[in-house]
């Protein structure tokens, strides 16, 4: 029989190697052992006993000149294996292949998780400035316009709970003020579309509509992102903007269909 002690402490066991893993995803591409000991306030001893651990689990790798640790491709199957099983990246896939294609911008599909939002993929067209962006990294809901399109399913109440106040300033032009986010999801709900600007990063812009399962809840979000001077609110081409706004939102209609929506 399992007692509740040994339950406590596989279950802190499974949380430090996860902590691990996830110190060794925080930018840097090769860590030592006292680095992720201080990412994840472990002692340099357990540090060194979960890294091994890993290490013989394929889950990590050691460089062996440096002795620096990193990410194993071991991971690989099971990140793919999670983000191809997932519905809404199976019905985004195409779409926005076509999309990325036609247009020659980025286009991004993505999920909230918890205060953040995660992405499921990110194609790029050949227009598009170089991304960083990639399936599994996360942004702040309030600063993107596929944040703000996944927030129109929350009342303004549930919103200030999830996000906390103030909201992160990430460049001047970033939406730091809840009165503010809830005039701009308002101006969603009602055009079907959200617009970002230099929100998060500068230079950039964005243009953003939800996606529909068959419950007509919004369970995703995409995006077609470049420079600011073609998508942004300050855009210089406002008739090549409006052409884009109907492509991104016929992309997301698509998608929303392959889920069920009606």
């Known amino acids: 029989m399992v007692t509740r002690a040994t339950d406590v402490g596989t279950n802190q066991s499974v949380e430090r190697a996860v902590s691990v893993l996830r110190a060794l995803d925080s930018g840097r591409p090769e860590l030592r052992v006292s680095d992720v000991a201080e ?8 540090t060194s006993r979960l890294l091994s651990t890993l290490e013989r689990l394929d889950m990590v790798e050691r460089d062996p000149v440096s002795n620096l640790y990193r990410l194993s491709l071991g991971l690989l199957p099971l990140a793919a294996t999670a983000t191809n099983r997932h519905p809404v990246h199976r019905a985004a896939r195409m779409v926005l292949q076509g999309l990325a ?12 998780r918890g205060s953040e939002l995660m992405f499921l993929g990110n194609f790029e067209g050949t227009r598009a400035p170089k991304s960083y962006t990639q399936a599994g990294h996360t942004a702040p809901l309030h600063a993107t316009s596929i944040g703000k399109c996944l927030l129109t399913g929350l009342t303004p109440k549930e919103r200030r709970k999830l996000l906390g106040d103030p ?15 809830d005039t701009e999801i308002d ?6 579309y959200a617009v970002e600007a230099e929100e998060r990063a500068l230079g950039r812009a964005s243009l953003a509509a939800p996606v529909r399962d068959a419950s007509g809840d919004i369970v995703a979000a995409i995006s077609l992102w470049g420079p600011t001077s073609v998508l942004g609110d300050r855009s210089d081409t406002e008739g090549q903007r409006l052409s884009l706004v109907r492509e991104v939102i016929e992309a997301a209609d698509a998608i929303s269909q392959a889920l069920g929506a009606l």
């Not at 909201?167 to 986010?181: F, G, I, N, R, V």
């Open 39 to 46: 990412l994840t306030g472990l002692g340099s001893s357990t």
């Open 167 to 181: 909201l992160e300033a990430h460049t001047e032009y970033t939406t730091t003020s809840h009165d503010h986010l």
């Open 101 to 112: 294609t036609r247009t020659g911008l980025g286009a991004n599909v993505a999920v909230r």
């Open 187 to 192: 101006t969603v709900r009602r055009t079907g």
